[in-house]
């Protein structure tokens, strides 16, 4: 009997020195960014985003991946504060992102968007004039309809924690146009008749992984994206989410250098 108790007590010591010693690397994201990070029916957080994330931390020799739910404008303050170790959410490597946080290689070029009501009659930018815009609180799409508000008219801006809210609200005629990611809205759009793209707005983005400014694992994860690229798994990621292999030249299929100012 004393030997059972031992044996099991042995058994519990090492089940618990082992869960002390996994790495987990903790990542923030603004869970409903589809086709990025978001819940499925079962609860489950899926997206190209956090599938790449998981693989991204194998490579770096983590055993798990922790989600933490932040809304995109809190997710630069995380990682800075260090109460998450990297952020996702189709975040855009910029100039001035880049004075107050490090980035890995990117994984993905995209451009912003005009999604509207197909019956609402606007046609382009030109449309807007007089119009509310929806936006993505902190996002690209928000700096651009802020800096362009005046040169198309737009009468209000009203910001959003995230695409689902804000396309529930062009629906419903609270706003009358959605300043966005265009690959996460052609996403959510697909089997939506009443929604149409009416204008690719050109902006020259490249998302990443954000970490605090600095941080060693920034290099890390963009050594690991550069072998995802090479062994084609970001390519099979691309095919699973977006129904197509990526454009060669782009950075989802290409080596690009980390970011730097």
Not at 43 to 60: H, N, S, Y
Not at 109 to 126: M, P, T
């Amino acid at each position: 009997m004393i030997r059972r108790t031992l044996a099991a007590a042995l058994v519990a010591a090492l089940a618990l020195t082992g869960a002390a010693s996994a790495k987990t690397l903790t990542v923030g994201a603004n869970i409903g960014n589809v086709p990025w990070e978001f819940q499925d029916a079962s609860g489950q957080t899926v997206g190209f985003e956090v599938e790449l994330v998981r693989e991204v931390a194998k490579r770096m020799g983590y055993d798990d991946v922790s989600f933490e739910n932040i809304p995109f404008n809190g997710l630069f303050s995380a990682v800075q504060s260090g109460r998450i170790d990297a952020a996702i959410s189709s975040i855009t490597i910029t100039k001035k992102r880049l004075e107050s946080v490090s980035f890995a290689q990117p994984y993905y070029d995209s451009d912003q968007s005009l999604s509207v009501l197909k019956s609402s009659g606007i046609e382009n930018l030109a449309g807007l004039k007089g119009k509310v815009v929806g936006v993505d609180t902190g996002s690209t799409g928000d700096i651009w309809a802020t800096q362009h508000q005046g040169e198309y008219g737009i009468s209000d801006i009203r910001r959003f924690e995230g695409l689902s809210p804000a396309m529930l609200d062009l629906a419903a005629g609270r706003i009358d146009g959605y300043v966005s990611d265009i690959p996460a809205v052609a996403y959510y759009i697909k089997d939506k008749s009443q929604y149409a793209v009416v204008e690719r707005i050109p902006t020259g983005e490249q998302y990443s992984i954000m970490f605090a400014k600095d941080s060693p694992l920034a290099a890390e994860a963009s050594k690991a994206i550069g072998e995802l690229k090479k062994d084609g798994t970001i390519a099979k990621l691309h095919e699973t989410w977006f129904g197509s292999a990526p454009d060669a030249s782009t950075s989802t299929a290409r080596e690009a250098e980390m970011p730097k100012l």
